[in-house]
């Protein structure tokens, strides 16, 4: 079992930055590979970045150069740091844990992220 907190959401001005930041507790968080998901009003659920237990990350498209997501495993968090921050990021961001071996995946309770002038 895995418990996710994230923290770090508000409201950003256009061009602004904000880092998220996921505290994951209850199992072996270095095992995981963790993700950012967001979820607009109206909208499916979208990956934004995932970084494996090993390092390895990747980011939609529409993030690429702008969000950086980096983990500790020493403090079980795995961060997103999101600069040049656009109106079309606005949305409720959700942490994630996954580990395919046995399968399982665990949710953050999500927090807002609201780009405005």
């Known amino acids: 079992q895995v418990q996710l907190v994230e923290s770090g959401g508000g409201l950003v001005q256009p061009g602004g930055s904000l880092r998220l930041s996921c505290a994951a507790s209850?199992?072996?968080?270095?095992?995981?590979?963790m993700g950012w998901y967001r979820q607009a009003p109206g909208q499916q659920r979208d990956m934004v970045a995932r970084?494996?237990?090993?390092?390895?990350?990747n980011y939609a498209d529409s993030v690429k150069g702008r969000f950086t997501i980096s983990r500790d495993n020493a403090k079980n968090t795995v961060y997103l740091q999101m600069n040049s921050l656009k109106p079309e990021d606005t949305a409720v961001y959700y942490c994630?844990?996954?580990?395919?071996?046995?399968?399982?995946?665990?949710w953050g309770q999500g927090t807002q992220v609201t780009v405005s002038s």
């Open positions: 994630n844990a996954f580990n395919p071996a046995p399968v399982s995946t665990y």
């Open positions: 209850g199992s072996i968080f270095s095992y995981y590979t």
């Open positions: 970084i494996t237990s090993g390092g390895s990350t």
